[in-house]
């Protein structure tokens, strides 16, 4: 169960947010019935990316053996 300050991955690219799938960002805000999520993407300085409102399906929690990747930002 995802809950509020977790990481989770994007599961789909976002391109009109700068994000793609694999992203990591921290959920901010849980949606009546965990029907979504506001989720904070950022640098890895902590810049803001972007809050994005995604659906439940579109984030996924971060698993124990995964490994984060960095990748630059437009």
Do not use: C, Q
Not at 57 to 73: M, N, S, T, Y
């Amino acid at each position: 169960m995802i809950k509020e300050l977790d990481p989770v991955v994007l599961t789909e690219d976002m391109p009109a947010h700068g994000l793609r799938a694999g992203d990591v960002g921290y959920v901010v805000l849980i949606h009546v019935g965990g029907a979504g999520f506001e989720v904070e993407f950022t640098t890895l300085a902590g810049e803001t990316i972007s809050v994005v409102t995604t659906p439940a399906g579109a984030v996924r929690p971060v698993g124990p053996l995964e490994i984060a990747h960095a990748r630059r930002v437009a």
